[in-house]
């Protein structure tokens, strides 16, 4: 495998999606996995992968308990980017001691009146048989902190694909790509201005 400073320089100047297809095709063939969740980041990052391989492994991670509404959602997206191997995890894997790596999602979920509580997802076991993991589930995404878009744990390499690109970015490229919000997010009424709706869709550097 190649180190991660290899890594990165070779893909040093790639757009997201020819750093994802190299990624994808050249160097982990076979050995790529997906956590994603319902938030736009995760939506546009599961996108440009159904562009390059729709039968990736993607583990969508939810807080428990999943509502009717958020598994009507996922389902909606899962058939709108023509995934093919779609997984949900509710629960960690068995939590083992002497672990070298976390493995993990930390997702927020919300509580009976009001107010947010956050649940971590370990996923030892689910990923141990892949080479690269695209971390998408961004409940804990914090506008502009990830330093990097490309890290390595033990022996996993794990990208961040959109990294450094804002949410107004994001619900640009949602909004080109026609790609819906979740249903929660739609009844806030997304304003989408006159210049995104005419702006062309290879605009938003990805």
């Known amino acids: 495998m190649k180190s991660l400073q290899e890594l990165t320089d070779a893909t040093d100047g790639h757009s997201v999606r020819e750093m994802l297809r190299y990624l994808m095709k050249d160097c982990f063939p076979g050995e790529v996995a997906v956590t994603a969740s319902l938030k736009a980041p995760s939506i546009v990052t599961l996108q440009l992968i159904s562009e390059i391989d729709p039968s990736t492994p993607v583990f ?24 093919t191997n779609v997984n949900v ?94 249903p929660k997010i739609r009844r806030r009424k997304i304003h989408v201005s006159p210049a995104q709706k005419e702006a062309p869709i290879m605009s938003y550097h990805f």
């Open 89 to 182: 995890i509710t629960h960690s894997d068995p939590i083992k001691q002497g672990r070298p790596y976390e493995r993990c999602e930390r997702l927020w979920n919300e509580v009976a009146g009001g107010g947010k509580i956050r649940e971590t997802i370990h996923l030892h076991e689910t990923l141990a048989p892949y080479k690269c993991w695209i971390k998408a589930a961004y409940h804990d995404r914090a506008e502009g902190s990830a330093s990097t878009r490309l890290d390595l744990h033990g022996d996993m390499v794990i990208v961040d694909a959109v990294h450094g690109r804002s949410m107004q970015i994001i619900s640009r490229f949602m909004h080109a790509h026609h790609l819906p919000h979740h």
């Open 60 to 83: 969508f991670c939810h807080p428990r308990p999943v509502f009717p509404e958020s598994e009507k959602f996922r389902a909606e997206i899962v058939e709108l980017l023509s995934l």
